[in-house]
């Protein structure tokens, strides 16, 4: 409790972003010692001019009950990096937030995320394959990521609410409010199938400099960045920059070749992105990974796919290997009811996690 107060009154004050904190936690040790700090020793942080050093200085006396309270209305929760609920995939970035605000559930499964963002004003034809590709991620077990903008961003989330998956809306301004306002319900239906998060303060309006920033959070919650339809100076591509950078693979769906609309997208194809058609290109892209996975329990998966399986799923698909069994050899293996392994099987065939072959015959996709 005591480390979330003095993280919020460190977020509160005016200057200090996400890496500023890290120098000053890199200098200081914790939020306690940042805040206990003299004025002098604050302003030899490298980054840190007097107006921000005497904003932070100030920023012990700020009283955070009011904050509390208003998260405690609007249900949202508050959690630091050292909490046990902050998403694992931020805590490998460079620079996570001082706290998150979350509103909705974060679950471990959403180590299986792909982000799916693109232009605000876009095409019928952008907004079509986003949602065709983002409901296809959902039922295939994966979280789609976005940041609930007009155009691509709320066709990725309405494509994942329609497959009735998870999807997760990164917030360019605080929980306290919702941007663009037409998008109230459709927030209002993310925090109950997946969640909302922001790094801003809860009544903090949407400014410019907040949606880069945002950005780095959408691509660092995901295993891959997907753009869809981006000029050449868009937004999207600064979260496919940050994705590179974070080590996250970056993808690119290909529109029509004269359209404005996607010269940002073709560049990236240009550049090394994977050109993306269907949900098939993604995944057969991401797994096996070449960077593993450690989900919230410690294992680690080099085929983070295995994250969205139940236990029953990932018992049948225990026994299947490349070579072909039959039916019938993988229910005596398995000693469960004929009627549970073929519902099982057929669940991970639409998931495509196997391929059944002549003569009820199934191997692992």
């Known amino acids: 409790m005591q480390e979330i107060d003095d993280l919020l009154r460190i977020s509160m004050a005016e200057g200090v972003g996400a890496l500023l904190f890290r120098r000053l936690m890199a200098r200081f040790g914790d939020p306690k010692a940042v805040l206990t700090a003299p004025l002098r020793a604050l302003e030899e942080v490298e980054g840190m001019g007097p107006k921000t050093a005497a904003a932070l200085h100030a920023a012990r006396a700020v009283d955070v009950g009011p904050i509390r309270r208003r998260a405690e209305a609007l249900e949202v929760r508050i959690i630091s990096l050292s909490s046990p609920d902050f998403p694992v995939a931020l805590k490998s970035i460079y ?20 982000a799916v963002v693109g232009a605000r004003r876009c095409s019928i034809y952008g907004q079509t394959q986003a949602e065709r590709i983002a409901s296809g991620l959902a039922r295939c077990g994966f979280t789609v990521v976005s940041g609930l903008a007009r155009g691509i961003d709320i066709a990725a989330h309405r494509g994942a609410l329609r497959a009735k998956g998870r999807t997760i809306a990164v917030l360019a301004c605080g929980l306290g409010r919702v941007y663009p306002p037409e998008h109230k319900e459709m927030a209002d239906r993310i925090a109950e199938n997946g969640a909302l998060i922001s790094e801003l303060p809860l009544n903090a309006a949407p400014q410019r400099e907040a949606f880069p920033a945002r950005n780095r959070l959408v691509s660092g919650l995901s295993l891959g960045v997907l753009v869809v339809e981006a000029a050449r100076n868009s937004g999207s591509l600064i979260t496919a920059r940050h994705a590179a ?10 529109g029509q070749v004269d359209s404005p609309l996607n010269r940002g997208s073709h560049a990236l194809i240009k550049d090394g992105a994977k050109l993306v058609e269907d949900v098939d290109d993604i995944i057969k892209e991401l797994g096996p990974l070449s960077r593993t996975v450690v989900a919230e329990s410690g294992e680690a998966y080099d085929d983070p796919r295995l994250l969205s399986m139940n236990q029953k799923e990932a018992q049948v698909y225990s026994v299947l290997s490349s070579t072909p069994q039959a039916i019938d050899d993988i229910i005596t293996a398995l000693r469960l009811p004929a009627s549970e392994v073929s519902s099982t099987l057929t669940v991970l065939e639409i998931k495509r996690f196997v391929k059944q072959l002549s003569g009820k015959r199934f191997v692992r996709a």
Do not use: M, N, S
């Open 95 to 114: 620079d996570p937030p001082i706290v998150l605000y979350v509103k909705g559930a974060l679950l471990p499964t959403d180590l299986l995320a792909i």
């Open 245 to 254: 950078e974070q080590g996250r693979e970056v993808f690119a769906l290909p």
